[in-house]
């Protein structure tokens, strides 16, 4: 084991090595219960090398997963610390999770990159706040974040963008960069392939949901966002997201209305405005806080006498409410209030709850993929290995034959023979002294290159 390079905490090991040596099996577990099964070469399968370290919203209380959250220049001081010890890692981190994802090189690299990341996130003191899986165990964690089954909010489609960011900002190799490709893709399936994306989950998403079917056929609808918070932001870039072009952001602040409106793509305007925009709007969303109404039944009113024919759709996401509830009762005007989008977003809660076993269906099926495809990254170097070896060998024989005739069969039987028992005497001596918690769990260990050679007979 070697020191890393100035700057680094975590013990470096040589990064080419296809497996964790034989004798990393008996070092310590970091929990103090013994040896660490997923730290044994095999253990845990072709997956066995991927580690987890997490503090996100099952581990950690809101308090304390603000404390450990990192800005932007810590996030990237822990990545490129990462990086510096020859790491295959990748760092996620959202709004509720900050998450490693790393190969194992040994147990003394494991509990450095453990050291680094309680630093990093100030959890050096905290105690029950770091989530630790390994092997298919971390993937199966990884491939349900990117299809919405482990957020707060379920089935969101957010999180596979930021997934998607998480790789591309890291220096991801082969491993660590097909562990998340294999989540990108069974992120998208889950979507394509199930419903659990489907129907609005916030009031705010539902409210505009609502606008959006309601003027589906109108030719190049206005719609009107009163607000330009939180609630408000998220109903306006939902509106964008559904391709309405013609969005009307209409804050008490008007500076901040513009602000929101310039990110958008939006018109802007004062609350004093209001009234004169109704006229030619064809749904409203109200998402601000205010003492009394902002969207008035007499300002309503007047603009349906102005526009007679043509209908009015409105959404109240405001608590309190901040469109008079009495302008349901006029002509051609349709209000969703609070408690019916509510209702909306319950029943596509329980839609989606639905959708949960289709999802770990697909889940499944993208892990047996992941595990073939670990498989075989786990063959190559050991393929390559017997190749390159059984060459040489190859080419020792060759150099013999200047000194033996080779016009008899009797030659030439002595020369295949001699390659074939050499050749085999590889994974022989291999199996012969390996211990059985060695053997890789694809059955081929005996590839890998022996304490002793093989004997080298003539034959």
């Known amino acids: 084991m070697e020191s890393g390079p100035p700057g680094c905490d975590i013990p470096c090991v040589n990064t080419k090595r296809p497996h964790p040596r034989p004798d990393d099996a008996h070092e310590p577990a970091p ?16 997956l066995g090398e991927l580690r987890l370290l997490a503090i996100n919203h099952h581990s950690a209380t809101m308090g304390e997963f603000e404390r450990a959250a990192l800005g932007p220049e810590a996030l990237e001081d822990l990545r490129s610390r990462l990086d510096t010890g020859g790491l295959d890692n990748v760092v996620l981190s959202t709004c509720n999770r900050l998450e490693l994802y790393w190969r194992s090189l040994g147990l003394k690299s494991d509990l450095g990159v ?23 165990q971390a993937a199966q964690h990884l491939f349900r974040v990117a299809c919405g ?53 916030s ?28 609630t408000g932001t998220r109903a306006a870039r939902h509106l964008r997201a559904e391709g309405l072009a013609r969005i009307v952001i209409v804050n008490r602040t008007l500076e901040r209305a513009q602000q929101l409106a310039a990110s958008l793509g939006a018109e802007a305007a ?92 697909v889940i499944q099926r993208e892990l047996s993929q992941l595990r073939s495809w670990a498989h075989h990254q786990l063959l190559r170097p050991l393929m390559a290995d017997f190749r390159e070896r059984a060459e040489a060998i190859r080419l020792a024989e060759l150099r013999r034959l200047s000194a ?11 020369l295949t023979r001699r390659l074939v028992e050499r050749l085999i005497a590889i994974p022989i001596a291999t199996m012969r002294e390996a211990r059985p918690e060695t053997l890789d769990s694809c059955g081929l260990q005996c590839l890998r290159r022996p304490t002793t050679e093989p004997n080298n007979g003539t034959g």
């Open 31 to 46: 929990n103090g219960n013994g040896a660490d099964a997923a730290s044994r070469p095999g253990a845990g399968g072709p």
């Open 270 to 361: 004062g609350l004093d405005a209001l009234p004169a925009l109704l006229h030619d709007a064809d749904a409203v969303i109200a998402a601000a806080h205010a003492p009394t109404f902002l969207v008035a039944g007499d300002a309503v009113r007047a603009a349906m006498v102005a526009r007679p024919g043509r209908a009015l759709v409105l959404a109240d996401v405001s608590m309190p409410r901040a469109i008079d509830p009495s302008v349901r009762a006029l002509p051609g005007v349709t209000l969703h209030d609070m408690l019916g989008l509510d209702a909306l977003v319950q029943e596509n809660r329980a839609r989606r709850e639905r959708e949960i076993p289709h999802v770990e269906t």
């Open 404 to 414: 033996e005739d080779l016009g008899s069969a009797e030659a030439l039987d002595k």
């Open 203 to 230: 009031v705010a998403s539902a409210g505009a949901q609502q606008l959006v079917v309601a003027v589906a056929e109108v030719a190049s609808p206005r719609v009107i966002v009163v607000g330009a918070g939180e």
């Open 114 to 136: 453990e050291e680094v990341f309680r630093r990093a996130t100030g959890a050096a003191h905290e105690t029950g706040v770091l989530l630790r899986a390994s092997g298919e």
């Open 149 to 201: 089954l482990d957020s707060l909010l379920l089935g969101e489609g957010e999180v596979l963008g930021q997934v998607r960011q998480a790789l591309e900002t890291s220096s991801a190799g082969d491993f660590m960069g097909g562990v998340f490709r294999s989540a990108l893709r069974c992120g998208g399936f889950a979507r394509s392939e199930t419903a659990i994306g489907e129907g609005a989950m």
